[in-house]
């Protein structure tokens, strides 16, 4: 059982100096995403799973394409939802998320709520929520008790979810029974169009993820790495 994660190409946050709220990907970020697909080509998912959002799908375009696949996208995969920016200067984003990098750790876990963001401890709830949904549906169920160990009804299992750092560092952590921080996108270095791999490993009673790789951008040049 493995399950790749994927985080989107660099995305046009930023457009004649004016927020974008939800981009397209960069020239660089369209190259990002068909380097990766490049990358898994050769390798057999059971299933590709992309965010609706406009810079996952557009990254996951070419993995389809690659793998013959139509396009599958899941809504549990959406990224924290920000404040509304479209259209405003860029500096009143930078300022917003300046100032919650400034608060002390406990405050953060309302993160911009007070702009009409999504709450952190809201997001990361969603997200466990909707990935333990997610892998319940195919027989991967947590076992009652203090440790991370799961029920795997089918080992053999691969499955590739294209989506976001933060939606994706709130996965790794789920799966690995970490306690959730309100920074989970900060928590585990992921640049775009990275690949991150979890392997579920057999114990006595069950299985515990492993994470086998992180962040993978070997498959970009050193002037594609973006974070």
Not at 19 to 26: A, E, F, G, K, V
Not at 67 to 72: K, N, P, Q, S
Not at 115 to 132: Q, Y
Request: net charge negative.
């Amino acid at each position: 059982m493995e399950i790749v994660l994927v985080r989107h190409g660099e995305p046009e946050w930023v457009v004649d100096g004016l927020n974008i709220d939800h981009p397209r990907l960069t020239e660089r970020g369209r190259r990002q995403a068909a380097l990766m697909a490049d990358a898994l080509a050769g390798e057999t998912f059971d299933e590709i799973i992309a965010s609706p959002l406009q810079r996952a799908r557009e990254t996951a375009m070419p993995l389809f394409a690659r793998h013959g696949r139509d396009e599958v996208v899941d809504d549990w995969l959406r990224e924290i939802r920000s404040p509304v920016w479209q259209g405003t200067p860029r500096e009143k984003a930078d300022f917003a998320f300046a100032e919650e990098r400034r608060r002390p750790a406990h405050e953060r876990w309302n993160g911009l709520a007070e702009l009409g963001g999504e709450p952190n401890r809201d997001f990361i709830a969603r997200i466990r929520l909707g990935c333990g949904g997610f892998l319940a549906e195919r027989g991967i169920v947590p076992i009652v008790g203090e440790l991370p160990v799961w029920n795997v009804a089918m080992p053999d299992l691969r499955i590739c979810l294209v989506a976001h750092a933060g939606t994706n560092s709130a996965v790794i952590s789920y799966l690995l029974g970490l306690q959730p921080t309100p920074w989970e996108w900060d928590r585990f270095v992921l640049g775009h169009a990275s690949i991150t791999r979890l392997e579920a490993l057999e114990l006595g009673d069950g299985y515990t993820f492993a994470l086998s790789r992180l962040g993978d951008v070997e498959h970009l040049a050193t002037d594609d790495r973006t974070r």
